[in-house]
């Protein structure tokens, strides 16, 4: 089956291999300092080289503000995906929608960009107050601080290193398990449109839709409606899933007509070392073969 090829620790795919087709190592789910990862756009590319990944997608949150500088910086060995990752909200829970292939400079993904960038700083704000009343001192200039420099997309991660600067918590995980977390006491939702309105911007944009890290309890029930407006695929092959899971969800894939893809929704050198996941070119055939690589 197919999730037996995916190389889950760091293998030694681009050395002894002599056919470069069957040593494609891809990852399709990258943050950078544009949203909430901690590397700046060219220094993934530079991290994915030396992870030795030949094929990478940026995906940060509600924006393509970092595709520019990876393409830019990805010469010869990393070619770069355009992509971006949109928080949606429908049918009483939160989706994240995939879109690749995108012109990063569309219009509308544009437009959406700005006014999430200004709702998750309103977003921010509120979250910082609620922790006050909750007792736990942080400012937004800490969330700030914690980012590094001001990025488009402010997010929780963002809001958990500041929480852990100020020494409220040991781990950002630790943040999210007790305060942050979608079900924790300082949560407020970021999410601006619904995943049909996601799906449809993102074919706007000229790209494919895909359902990121489908939530196993809703995956089937939900996958008629989003069917039929248009989702295109499924990420299926991620860290940490089990083997019985991945296969579920290429089931379900193959079931509705959707390719598949797969990546680390890696955000810094705290979740290993880029490259240590990697999907290769038989997983997703399919889906490369849409962007022509
Ligand atoms: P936001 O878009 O601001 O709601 O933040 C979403 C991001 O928070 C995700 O992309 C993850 O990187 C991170 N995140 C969500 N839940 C957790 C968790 N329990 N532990 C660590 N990071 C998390
Ligand atoms: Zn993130
Ligand atoms: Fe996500
Ligand atoms: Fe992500």
């Known amino acids: ?33 544009a949203s909430d990862g901690s ?26 503000g970092g595709v520019a500088e990876a393409q830019a910086a990805a010469t010869g060995f990393v070619h770069v995906i355009p992509a971006t990752e949109l928080s949606t909200y429908g049918e009483g829970a ?5 879109g690749y292939f995108i012109d990063p400079r569309n219009d509308a993904l544009v437009a959406h960009g700005r006014r999430a960038s200004g709702a998750r700083e309103t977003r921010m704000h509120e979250m910082v107050e609620r922790l ?28 958990a290193r500041a929480l852990v600067q100020r020494g409220h918590v040991p781990t950002v995980s630790d943040a999210f398990d007790r305060w942050i977390g979608d079900q924790g006491p300082a949560f407020v939702p970021s999410a ?11 074919h706007g944009a000229g790209g494919v839709a895909v359902w990121a890290h489908p939530r196993p309890d809703v995956l089937e029930s ?14 299926c ?40 996941f990697a999907v290769e070119r038989d997983d997703i055939a399919e889906f490369l073969e849409v962007g022509g690589i």
């Open 132 to 159: 006050e009343r909750l007792g736990v001192s942080v400012t937004f200039e800490d969330v700030l601080t914690a980012a590094g420099t001001r990025p488009q997309s402010l997010g929780r991660p963002h809001l």
């Open 39 to 64: 590397l700046s756009p060219a220094a993934v590319v530079s991290a994915a080289r030396t992870g030795r990944l030949h094929v990478i997608a940026i995906a940060d949150h509600d924006t393509t």
């Open 237 to 276: 092959y991620r860290p940490r899933l089990t083997h019985a899971e991945t296969e579920r969800i290429a089931a379900l894939a193959s079931a509705h007509g959707l390719f598949v893809t797969g990546g680390s929704d890696w955000h810094g050198e705290w979740q290993g070392k880029l490259g240590e």
């Open 1 to 33: 089956m197919r999730s037996e090829s995916v190389s889950r620790t760091g293998s030694d795919a681009g050395s002894s291999c002599a056919d470069e087709q069957t040593e494609l190592r891809v990852d399709l789910h990258i943050h950078s300092t």
């Open 94 to 98: 939160e989706f994240h929608m995939l």
């Open 222 to 235: 939900m996958l008629p409606a989003m069917k039929s407006h248009g989702l295109n695929g499924l990420e």
């Open 192 to 202: 601006l449109i619904s995943p049909w309105e996601a799906i449809e911007m993102i």
